[in-house]
């Protein structure tokens, strides 16, 4: 499944974490091993599928994406993949479900409105465990409009370690909430 997006999303050039950034998430979660993931900005389903099937056996993901459409896409895809028991997907604003929602977080991707990115960090960081992985996508692109989110995380004396990993035509950062 994750072959045959790579191949489309590749050639409509739709902004999917995409193979490279994809092997360092997949590391990140194989040494990791969380169990209850949540991501922001779904999409097609992607990073979605890349994500729960890389969780372990009883690890679950929430996807929340604000284009009802495209949830059912979200949904639908990760049933062909053969992970529809492991994903929940929420449509609607992520800025409205994430207080809304229950339980505690040790996995988050966001890949949303670049802008917000921060907000939706805040939001979560009450729902987050001691260890929990955050990435953020497109950090290179569009450095500027994540540039509090990067301050926030890289705070020498904040919450954040943080680290980030440069592709050349783009960048993710990888932040571990110390509590
Ligand atoms: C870059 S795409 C996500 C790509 C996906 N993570 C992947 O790699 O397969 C961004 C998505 O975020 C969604 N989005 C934008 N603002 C949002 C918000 N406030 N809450 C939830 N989803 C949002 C968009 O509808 C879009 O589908």
Redesign the pocket.
């Known amino acids: 499944m994750l072959a045959l997006m790579d191949r489309a999303t590749t050639l409509w050039r739709i902004?999917?974490?995409g193979r490279a950034k994809g092997r360092v998430i997949r590391r990140l979660i194989e040494r990791r091993r969380p169990t209850r993931a949540i991501?922001?900005?779904?999409?097609?389903?992607?990073?979605a599928i890349l994500i729960a099937g890389t969780l372990p056996p009883r690890g679950r993901l929430t996807c929340?994406?604000?284009?009802p459409y495209?949830a059912k896409f979200v949904k639908s895809n990760a049933e062909v993949a053969g992970l529809g028991r492991r994903v929940k997907v929420v449509a609607g604003?992520?800025?409205r479900i994430i207080p809304l929602l229950s339980g505690r977080f040790d996995f988050v991707?966001i890949?949303?409105?670049k802008e917000?990115y921060l907000d939706y960090l805040r939001q979560l960081e009450p729902k987050l465990v001691p260890g929990a992985a955050v990435v953020a996508?497109n950090t290179g692109v569009f450095r500027r409009e994540v540039a509090p989110y990067l301050e926030h995380v890289r705070d020498a004396n904040g919450r954040w370690q943080s680290r980030a990993y440069d592709f050349g035509d783009d960048a993710i950062e990888v932040s571990i909430f110390r509590a």
């Open positions: 902004p999917v974490v991501e922001i900005g779904s999409l097609l389903g992607y990073s929340l994406e604000s284009n495209l604003d992520a800025l991707l890949d949303a409105a917000d996508d």
